[in-house]
């Protein structure tokens, strides 16, 4: 067990937590924005799939549990390889050597924070219903007017927009590095990784980033039936 805990705090442990914690972290992520495009089906279609997860508790609760215990894994693994790296770089380098790293894996760390921070803007609005969410609709989990209402402040649906761009840049070197780490990877194929890992975090930015561009564009309205349940 000593032996264990002791890997697990090494650099080379701590990349690996890392990597799989970021790996499922990513499966929440594709999940989360397929069920938001849900929105595009219809009215009924996104009201339905939120009401139906809050009917199962059993799954939903010990989900949630899973995605905190990967989400602080994930952090404490980063600040742990950040304080690492901080000690044992006692002498500075004479010259700071760029060439292999990207723009991406540079701002990684602060790519996470502005991520973490909207992170908790996003609870406190969609699930606490702070801010321009009504009480009428979190009651009545009308995630259709919910995600509409919201999204037509510019404020709100750029702020959103933004965030899911941050998202993309994390994700791209993320993706790519997490492969790498758990040896999923070959040194002769690294251009393909590179570009999947790309690519996959575009197609998961331009889902999320689809819903407020759609309503910003009127696409996605309030319909006659749910505005005459809200003024009810």
């Known amino acids: 067990m000593n032996n264990l805990m002791t890997m697990l ?44 997860l809050r009917k199962m508790p059993f799954v939903l609760w010990p989900a949630r549990a899973a995605l905190l ?12 390889i950040r ?19 990207t723009p991406q894996s540079r701002t990684m760390l602060l790519t996470g924070f502005l991520l973490l921070g909207y992170i ?31 999204f037509k402040s510019p404020l709100v649906a750029v702020l959103y927009i933004i965030a899911m761009c941050v998202l993309g840049i994390h994700l791209s070197h993320g993706i790519e590095s997490a492969l790498k780490t758990l040896g999923l990877s070959d040194p002769r194929y690294n251009r393909q990784v590179q570009t999947m890992s790309q690519l996959i975090s575009a197609i998961i930015v331009l889902g999320y980033i689809s819903i407020p ?17 809200l003024i009810q």
């Open 9 to 52: 705090k090494s650099s080379i442990g701590l990349k690996f937590i890392m990597a799989f914690t970021g790996l499922g972290l990513l499966g929440f992520v594709i999940a989360h924005v397929t069920g938001n495009c849900l929105i595009f089906l219809g009215e009924d279609v996104i009201n339905d799939y939120g009401r139906n």
């Open 69 to 80: 215990g990967m989400f602080l894994a994930h952090v404490w693994a980063v600040l742990k």
């Open 83 to 101: 304080r690492i790296n901080l000690i044992s770089r006692q002498i500075p380098y004479v010259s700071q050597n760029q060439v292999q790293s």
């Open 120 to 150: 908790i803007y996003h609870l406190m609005h969609f699930t606490g219903g702070m801010f321009i969410v009504e009480p009428d609709d979190l009651a009545g989990l009308d995630v259709y007017a919910m995600v509409v209402k919201s």
């Open 213 to 229: 561009l759609a309503v910003l564009t009127g696409n996605l309205e309030l319909t006659p039936t749910s505005m005459v349940e």
